[in-house]
């Protein structure tokens, strides 16, 4: 057994004086008292006594970080999906067993303060959650960096669910207030829109000036971001949008009483809502001017800071700063820093591109076509006339001089590589402006990035071989074991060391007790008591009893066809029926569990939905099957509901088609908490399956070369549907009443959907799914062979540590150091 070292963070005080800090805010700050004050009282004064800590690390930092001048990293990114910031500040800290004693000590249970804090939905999905992993481990490697987003006012939606439908409801993360957020007006910015360019001819020389139409201010409000151990505290600054002019007196006074405020309607509309969709454009003209708020105020922070700390000569600039596109959603940056070299700055062009270039790079998220944003040129030039101009210069400069050089006369080539995409409507593809614009390009696991390469930018990659590289994804273990699982974080502590979280190749240190009885069973107790507790979890949220003796299979993610929840669903309509059939069916009981937002204007993600929640009613009302099999839809499935089932779940499903799921990275949450994946070989499952060991992972399905030759061959759904007696029979199942009684037809765009067109292949993916869950069955009867699988899983993920994403960034693309944090 390796030797216990306790170098987790040690707590500044103890439970009592922790205790008198909390008593104190909850007087000082919310002026209440104990015997009076509300668990939401009690949750805003816990975070008022932690704050002490984490606002002396944000000053810590900033001032180490300014006297130092180190090459500091901008993330900018649309999303960040941040949940609750407590729990994990208090891990952080070293402080969350102090506060669940001091806690303790006041009548409270730490849990049920926990549960008062809204999350902070500030993202979609995978994207939003990445950069919310990202940020933490900037923060504990002591990465100078800044996370820049939106201060959205609303983020994404809460889901209910009406007879089985999903409705929308506004998300409130802020009704009641902050506590981890501190506004900075004093770095405001303007932002301007709008207008026209007027060229101008001064001291012999041409220049531009843009006249904006609109100016809106870009209000900033840092949440600080502790990382690992309390010494770093680094900032996640978003900005909120607001009228440069609060309201018109002039119109006010004559009667206007709302006119006078529409401008400031207009403005603050730009920060009022998230986009509800990460996979395809739209609301156009907001989400672009949405776009460049954040990307430009951003940019105009990373200046002003550089400037106080270096003055006006901006020769070293792209050596101390480095800016990642997270997706194209601030593509817009790389055209708007070089207006400011170029118009503000007075920079000759080839120098302002030169330290473009070496200032950005881009992270590709996505092979799904329709997610690759395209702009009208039209309305880039309406909004932003200016940067139309400049773009159209970097794609001239580059066709004719990059292109040309390469494949003279090549048209062809100049066409597929332009920035403008010829047609009806002339379109701006932000793709190839963040890869032209960028220093380095990234994909987020192998697969993704060898995709990127052969088949989304092949010709970029001829032209610019090293320019594209590979960083797998990864997930903070600080949130996704440490705070969320404690109780298998205290088993492993018990035979490793207690840094695990910081150095997560410790957990290999598990491996040689894989097949120790004892600790299987530890480990098995563990994953039982957790499943108890969710069982009362899904009682609450869905009504439905469950055992935790069943088999807790679980898919949570987006709701998209790519993802094919639908998949899952003809699978368990196959085993409803096989149990129907013959009520001896020999299977381990089962628990579906689903948990997924659909896109509001995604139409048949919410008919995959709605067949769920109507195939789970009727399974789990029938007494036929005697609990063999349950199905639950867990409604506004969020990052703090994830933390509670993960720990809970037997089997992670990933089923994507084989080259559209990027990475994913509830595969590797999932499985870091004793999951057996059940997957494709798709995204990130692959390293998953290569890491844990093909016997500890169940694949099946197409790869990738099998859905390309599919595809080429010509494929038709209706084969498959006709030649298969159980797929045919589950998808009539979905046309006739059985599942919505007395309204026939209610379900059957799913089946009209799979068999007439099945864009991502669900039906030739069918049987050999069903074949992976027998396995999955006979693999879970066999308890010691499962207890050996879930440990090695758990044992073997330390590559997917957040932390080893961000060393990989820092030391290929960003090349930044950390630099401690000192008082
Ligand atoms: O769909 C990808 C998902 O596979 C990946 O894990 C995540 C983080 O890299 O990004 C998702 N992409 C998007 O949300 C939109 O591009």
Same mark, same amino acid.
């Given at each position: 057994m390796p030797s216990k070292k306790s170098v987790a963070p040690t707590p500044a005080l103890t439970a009592e004086q922790f205790k008198t800090s909390v008593v104190k805010h909850l007087r000082t700050t919310l002026g209440t008292y104990e015997e009076k004050a509300s668990k939401q009282a009690w949750n805003k004064a816990l975070a008022a006594a932690i704050n002490e800590f984490v606002f002396e690390g944000v000053s810590r930092t900033r001032k180490t970080h300014a006297n130092v001048g180190a090459r500091a990293v901008h993330y900018l990114s649309l !999303?960040? #999906?941040? @949940?609750?910031l407590m729990s994990n500040n208090l891990q952080n800290l070293g402080l969350y067993s102090v506060a669940e004693e001091a806690l303790k000590s006041l009548g409270l249970e730490i849990a049920d303060v926990l549960e008062e804090e809204p999350d902070m939905a500030l993202g979609n999905g995978g994207l939003g959650r990445l950069a919310a992993c990202f940020i933490d481990s900037m923060a504990t490697l002591s990465i100078p960096a800044v996370g820049y987003g939106i201060h959205y006012e609303h983020g994404l939606f809460r889901q209910e669910f009406h007879k089985g439908r999903q409705v929308e409801r506004p998300d409130q993360w802020r009704e009641f207030g902050n506590p981890w957020e501190i506004c900075r007006p004093e770095s405001a910015q303007v932002i301007k829109l709008y207008g026209y360019v007027e060229t101008v001819y001064e001291q012999g020389k041409l220049s531009k000036v843009w006249h904006p139409g609109r100016t809106i201010r870009a209000i900033p409000w840092d949440i600080p971001v502790v990382g690992y151990g309390g010494q770093n505290v680094n900032v996640l600054r978003l900005w909120e949008s607001r009228a440069d002019k609060f309201f018109d007196w002039d119109v006010f006074n004559s009667g206007g009483y709302v006119d006078a405020y529409s401008e400031s309607v207009e403005a603050e509309t730009i920060s009022k809502v998230l986009y509800p969709n990460d996979e395809t454009d739209a609301g156009k003209e907001l989400r672009l001017i949405q776009q460049y708020f954040f990307s430009a105020a951003s940019i105009a922070d990373v200046m002003r800071r550089y400037k106080a700390a270096n @003055?006006?000569? %901006? $020769? =070293?600039f792209a050596k101390l700063n480095a800016m990642q596109l997270n997706d194209t959603h601030p593509a817009i940056a790389i055209p708007e820093l070089m207006r400011v070299l170029v118009? !503000? !700055? =007075?920079?000759a062009w080839d120098e302002a591109w030169a330290m473009t270039r070496e200032t950005f790079s881009y992270t590709n998220h996505t092979l799904l076509p329709e997610a690759l944003e395209k702009w009208s040129l039209k309305l880039i030039e309406k909004v932003l006339p200016r940067h139309m101009e400049i773009i159209l210069e970097i794609n001239s400069r580059f066709l004719t001089q990059e292109v040309e050089t390469m494949w003279p006369g090549n048209n062809d080539i100049k066409r597929k590589l332009s920035i403008v995409e010829e047609g009806a409507e002339q379109m701006i593809r932000m793709g190839n402006l963040s890869v032209i614009g960028s220093h380095t390009v990234n994909g987020v696991a192998q697969i993704h990035s060898d995709l990127v390469k052969k088949d989304l930018f092949p010709e970029f990659d001829a032209l610019w071989p090293n320019k594209f590289v590979n960083v797998t994804n990864g997930i903070t273990p600080r949130r996704w074991m440490k705070a969320c699982n404690p109780r298998l974080s205290a088993l492993i502590e018990q035979h490793i060391d207690t840094d695990w979280p910081r150095y997560l190749e410790k957990l290999t240190g598990l491996k040689p007790l894989a097949d120790d009885q004892a600790f299987q069973d530890s480990f098995m107790a563990v994953k039982h008591e957790n499943k108890v507790d969710f069982v009362k979890e899904i009682k609450t949220l869905t009504g439905v009893d469950v055992s935790a003796d069943a088999i807790f299979d679980v898919q949570i993610k987006r709701l998209h066809e790519y993802k094919r929840q639908h998949l899952n669903l003809l699978h368990i309509m196959a085993l409803y029926r096989r149990v129907l059939i013959?009520? =001896?069916?020999d299977m381990h009981p089962r628990v579906f569990i689903f948990g997924a937002k659909a896109a509001p204007g995604y139409k048949i993600a919410k008919e995959i939905i709605f067949a769920i929640n109507k195939v789970a009613e009727k399974i789990n009302n029938d007494r036929r099957i005697n609990d063999k099999i349950k199905v639950v839809f867990l409604p506004n499935y969020r990052v703090s509901l994830a933390e509670k089932l993960i720990p809970a779940a037997d089997v992670s499903e990933q089923i /994507? %088609? $084989?080259?559209?799921?990027? /990475? @994913?990275?509830g595969n590797m949450k999932l499985a870091l908490n004793g999951a057996i994946t059940i997957g494709t070989m798709d995204g990130a499952n692959i390293e998953i399956a290569e890491e844990a060991g093909s016997d500890n992972v169940v694949i099946f399905g197409m790869e990738v070369d099998d859905v390309v030759a599919l595809k080429n061959k010509g494929y038709h759904p209706a084969d498959y549907y006709r030649s298969n007696e159980e797929l045919k029979a589950v998808l009539d199942w979905l046309e006739g009443d059985f599942f919505t009684p007395g309204e026939?037809? #209610? %379900?059957a765009e799913v089946k009209r959907n799979l068999v007439e067109s099945d864009p991502f292949m669900v039906l030739p993916d069918f049987e050999s799914y069903c074949e992976a869950h027998q396995k999955i069955d006979a693999l879970y009867r066999d308890k010691k062979a499962w207890a050996k699988a879930a440990i090695l899983n758990t044992a073997s993920l330390a590559k997917f540590n957040s932390d080893r994403s961000i060393q990989d960034y820092a030391q290929n693309i960003w090349h930044v150091k950390g630099v401690e944090a000192k008082s």
């Amino acid at each position: 057994m390796p030797s216990k070292k306790s170098v987790a963070p040690t707590p500044a005080l103890t439970a009592e004086q922790f205790k008198t800090s909390v008593v104190k805010h909850l007087r000082t700050t919310l002026g209440t008292y104990e015997e009076k004050a509300s668990k939401q009282a009690w949750n805003k004064a816990l975070a008022a006594a932690i704050n002490e800590f984490v606002f002396e690390g944000v000053s810590r930092t900033r001032k180490t970080h300014a006297n130092v001048g180190a090459r500091a990293v901008h993330y900018l990114s649309l !999303e960040f #999906l941040m @949940g609750r910031l407590m729990s994990n500040n208090l891990q952080n800290l070293g402080l969350y067993s102090v506060a669940e004693e001091a806690l303790k000590s006041l009548g409270l249970e730490i849990a049920d303060v926990l549960e008062e804090e809204p999350d902070m939905a500030l993202g979609n999905g995978g994207l939003g959650r990445l950069a919310a992993c990202f940020i933490d481990s900037m923060a504990t490697l002591s990465i100078p960096a800044v996370g820049y987003g939106i201060h959205y006012e609303h983020g994404l939606f809460r889901q209910e669910f009406h007879k089985g439908r999903q409705v929308e409801r506004p998300d409130q993360w802020r009704e009641f207030g902050n506590p981890w957020e501190i506004c900075r007006p004093e770095s405001a910015q303007v932002i301007k829109l709008y207008g026209y360019v007027e060229t101008v001819y001064e001291q012999g020389k041409l220049s531009k000036v843009w006249h904006p139409g609109r100016t809106i201010r870009a209000i900033p409000w840092d949440i600080p971001v502790v990382g690992y151990g309390g010494q770093n505290v680094n900032v996640l600054r978003l900005w909120e949008s607001r009228a440069d002019k609060f309201f018109d007196w002039d119109v006010f006074n004559s009667g206007g009483y709302v006119d006078a405020y529409s401008e400031s309607v207009e403005a603050e509309t730009i920060s009022k809502v998230l986009y509800p969709n990460d996979e395809t454009d739209a609301g156009k003209e907001l989400r672009l001017i949405q776009q460049y708020f954040f990307s430009a105020a951003s940019i105009a922070d990373v200046m002003r800071r550089y400037k106080a700390a270096n @003055g006006e000569d %901006l $020769a =070293n600039f792209a050596k101390l700063n480095a800016m990642q596109l997270n997706d194209t959603h601030p593509a817009i940056a790389i055209p708007e820093l070089m207006r400011v070299l170029v118009d !503000e !700055e =007075n920079f000759a062009w080839d120098e302002a591109w030169a330290m473009t270039r070496e200032t950005f790079s881009y992270t590709n998220h996505t092979l799904l076509p329709e997610a690759l944003e395209k702009w009208s040129l039209k309305l880039i030039e309406k909004v932003l006339p200016r940067h139309m101009e400049i773009i159209l210069e970097i794609n001239s400069r580059f066709l004719t001089q990059e292109v040309e050089t390469m494949w003279p006369g090549n048209n062809d080539i100049k066409r597929k590589l332009s920035i403008v995409e010829e047609g009806a409507e002339q379109m701006i593809r932000m793709g190839n402006l963040s890869v032209i614009g960028s220093h380095t390009v990234n994909g987020v696991a192998q697969i993704h990035s060898d995709l990127v390469k052969k088949d989304l930018f092949p010709e970029f990659d001829a032209l610019w071989p090293n320019k594209f590289v590979n960083v797998t994804n990864g997930i903070t273990p600080r949130r996704w074991m440490k705070a969320c699982n404690p109780r298998l974080s205290a088993l492993i502590e018990q035979h490793i060391d207690t840094d695990w979280p910081r150095y997560l190749e410790k957990l290999t240190g598990l491996k040689p007790l894989a097949d120790d009885q004892a600790f299987q069973d530890s480990f098995m107790a563990v994953k039982h008591e957790n499943k108890v507790d969710f069982v009362k979890e899904i009682k609450t949220l869905t009504g439905v009893d469950v055992s935790a003796d069943a088999i807790f299979d679980v898919q949570i993610k987006r709701l998209h066809e790519y993802k094919r929840q639908h998949l899952n669903l003809l699978h368990i309509m196959a085993l409803y029926r096989r149990v129907l059939i013959d009520p =001896n069916y020999d299977m381990h009981p089962r628990v579906f569990i689903f948990g997924a937002k659909a896109a509001p204007g995604y139409k048949i993600a919410k008919e995959i939905i709605f067949a769920i929640n109507k195939v789970a009613e009727k399974i789990n009302n029938d007494r036929r099957i005697n609990d063999k099999i349950k199905v639950v839809f867990l409604p506004n499935y969020r990052v703090s509901l994830a933390e509670k089932l993960i720990p809970a779940a037997d089997v992670s499903e990933q089923i /994507s %088609l $084989a080259g559209k799921e990027a /990475s @994913g990275t509830g595969n590797m949450k999932l499985a870091l908490n004793g999951a057996i994946t059940i997957g494709t070989m798709d995204g990130a499952n692959i390293e998953i399956a290569e890491e844990a060991g093909s016997d500890n992972v169940v694949i099946f399905g197409m790869e990738v070369d099998d859905v390309v030759a599919l595809k080429n061959k010509g494929y038709h759904p209706a084969d498959y549907y006709r030649s298969n007696e159980e797929l045919k029979a589950v998808l009539d199942w979905l046309e006739g009443d059985f599942f919505t009684p007395g309204e026939p037809g #209610l %379900l059957a765009e799913v089946k009209r959907n799979l068999v007439e067109s099945d864009p991502f292949m669900v039906l030739p993916d069918f049987e050999s799914y069903c074949e992976a869950h027998q396995k999955i069955d006979a693999l879970y009867r066999d308890k010691k062979a499962w207890a050996k699988a879930a440990i090695l899983n758990t044992a073997s993920l330390a590559k997917f540590n957040s932390d080893r994403s961000i060393q990989d960034y820092a030391q290929n693309i960003w090349h930044v150091k950390g630099v401690e944090a000192k008082s």
